[in-house]
């Protein structure tokens, strides 16, 4: 019944990767203290990797409504812009870089909303923020493949889907599934 020790196992089964016990841990405190932020944001994680997307955003909000953390503000930012909520999600993304400016997952995701919101430079200058904090996230260069398809930088956009197309295996399927979109449009082989 000791929080503390709970919190700390809800850490160590995420830190190992073990979901199904990360869930049962965050449900148990989430019984005794509904509102706890680290519990709901790793349930709506969870949730959200299920594609429960309703369920996620219930419990990313809850989270953010004890706690406003960067990753939070991130995740949820992640969920809206997927759900075609670019001016929530905006706001929550922009937040969470100012929250905490050196994590590179938060640029990309503002970027991938900027360019939604039709904000190319602004996107550009994100995700290259992103890669200068972190080059080795293969998703990252493909959000900005696909800006310099958008800008009509071809050739750019050749030289980075060509750089992809080795790193495929990396990519999570939904992203395998926009790299060979961008293959077809840019005509590489």
Not at 38 to 67: F, M, P, T, V
Not at 117 to 135: C, G, I, R, V, W
């Amino acid at each position: 019944g000791n929080m503390e020790v709970r919190e700390t196992l809800l850490r160590l089964d995420v830190l190992q990767g073990k979901a199904d016990l990360a869930e049962t841990h965050a449900k148990l405190i989430l019984r005794n203290q509904p509102d706890h932020a680290l519990a709901n944001h790793i349930l709506g994680s969870l949730q959200y990797r299920r594609g429960e997307y309703d369920l996620a955003e219930d419990s990313y909000r809850r989270s953010l409504g004890k706690q406003r953390t960067a990753g939070v503000l991130n995740d949820l930012a992640w969920l809206l812009q997927e759900r075609g909520k670019y001016q929530e999600a905006d706001g929550l993304a922009k937040e969470s870089v100012k929250l905490d400016d050196k994590k590179y997952e938060s640029w990309d995701t503002l970027g991938v909303i900027l360019m939604k919101l039709q904000k190319p430079a602004e996107a550009e200058t994100a995700f290259e923020t992103s890669l200068s904090l972190f080059q080795q996230d293969v998703a990252v260069h493909l959000h900005m493949a696909e800006l310099k398809l958008m800008t009509g930088k071809k050739d750019k956009a050749r030289e980075l889907v060509q750089m992809l197309t080795e790193e495929r295996s990396q990519l999570l399927p939904q992203d395998q599934a926009k790299l060979d979109k961008l293959r077809f449009d840019l005509g590489v082989q």
